[in-house]
């Protein structure tokens, strides 16, 4: 069994900042590409930022430059800092992570996702 556990959401004003954050636990060999998904009401999920394992990022167009995603492979926890908020950015997030596992008798690959966590954006 994997696990992703997310945290920081929250209500904030536009043009703040909040951080949130997204931590794998249970058995797993090695967890490749990690991303944020979210989805506003009304709306279908969709990709915001992604990162492999080696460090390289992907960023929707809607966040580019205001958001940040980041990852320590040691705590097999993944952050999304988000600046200059948006009412626009109002959704559920989501922490997607494709792990690598064994899974008899070979290794897999499996998608994961996190339970999500609101972000409201309003005066």
């Known amino acids: 069994q994997v696990q992703l556990v997310e945290s920081g959401g929250g209500l904030v004003q536009p043009g703040g900042s909040l951080r949130l954050s997204c931590a794998a636990s249970g058995t797993f060999n090695a967890i490749n590409d990690m991303g944020w998904y979210r989805q506003a009401p009304g709306k279908e999920r969709v990709l915001v930022t992604a990162?492999?394992?080696?460090?390289?990022?992907d960023y929707a167009d809607s966040v580019k430059g205001r958001f940040t995603i980041s990852r320590d492979n040691a705590k097999n926890t993944v952050y999304l800092q988000m600046n200059s908020l948006k009412p626009e950015d109002t959704a559920v997030y989501y922490c997607?992570?494709?792990?690598?596992?064994?899974?008899?008798?070979?290794?897999?690959?499996?998608?994961?996702w996190g339970q999500g966590t609101l972000v409201t954006v309003s005066s």
């Open positions: 997607n992570a494709v792990v690598r596992m064994w899974v008899t008798p070979t290794f897999r690959t499996l998608e994961v």
């Open positions: 990162i492999t394992s080696g460090g390289n990022t």
